[in-house]
């Protein structure tokens, strides 16, 4: 089935460094998602991408998605201690169904350092 | 507005007991409704989704069952549990297969 790879698996920056994590997929994807899981919890939703070369903003957040939409990425400008956790993309198989599986990539867990 | 409950929130079991793993949710109809596993912190695997009651699709096999007596209503089941079983799992609901909502979770050892 679909695989989306997702780089790197940890990350640590001192509070103020810029992050990024990146989805890559061998296949095209038919949209991305964006999950934000703070240690302990439970992923919450950031965003959803479907159109080639797509890029939205949240804040210090940017979301890109690839022109041949076979990859994703999410940068965070002046990283805060208040994004540590883990970062999750995930490609919504909807596929013309309304079944909405998810295939999540392996996460990247950000480490923020004061 | 949506919300959606899991319970118990962390659970530790012997080797072979039963389990049961209940999730509900409130404020909306016909959610599609889903149970992942998450071992170690990391990635989630959907062991389970339904479209509606009595519609269960098993992604994976495993030594687990789910069941969806009510339209709001998400069982996750065993009859016998393994160590392997111990991890953190998250229900979690969408309409018309758009963006999933989590639950708490539940943090469930096997000794």
């Known amino acids: 089935g679909q695989q989306v790879m997702q780089i790197p698996q940890y990350q640590h920056v001192q509070e103020g460094e810029d992050f990024t994590t990146y989805c890559n997929s061998s296949?095209?994807?038919?949209?991305i998602q964006w999950y934000k899981q703070r240690p302990g919890g439970h992923p919450v939703f950031l965003i959803q991408?479907?159109?080639?070369?797509e890029v939205k903003k949240q804040k210090r957040l940017t979301f890109q998605f690839g022109e041949a939409k076979k990859n994703s990425s999410l940068h965070i400008t002046a990283t805060q201690t208040t994004d540590v956790g883990t970062y999750f993309c995930a490609e919504n198989n909807a596929g013309g169904t309304s079944y909405g599986k998810l295939t999540f990539g392996q996460g990247t867990i950000l480490t923020v350092h004061p | 507005s949506q919300t959606i409950h899991q319970w118990p929130a962390t659970l530790v079991q012997p080797v072979g007991s039963p389990l049961s793993l209940e999730c509900t949710v409130e404020?909306?109809?016909?959610?599609?409704l889903y149970w992942y596993r998450q071992a170690a912190g990391r990635g989630l695997q959907l062991l389970f989704y339904?479209?509606?009651?009595?519609?269960i699709s098993s992604e994976v096999p495993q030594n687990l069952s789910a069941s969806r007596p009510q339209d709001r209503q998400f069982i996750l089941s065993s009859k016998k549990l393994l160590l392997s079983d111990s991890g953190f799992y998250l229900c979690a609901w969408s309409i018309l297969g758009h963006e999933q909502f989590f639950g708490p979770g539940t943090r469930l050892t096997v000794l």
């Open positions: 991408l479907v159109k080639s070369g």
């Open positions: 404020g909306t109809s016909n959610p599609n």
């Open positions: 339904s479209v509606g009651i009595g519609q």
């Open positions: 296949t095209t994807l038919s949209n």
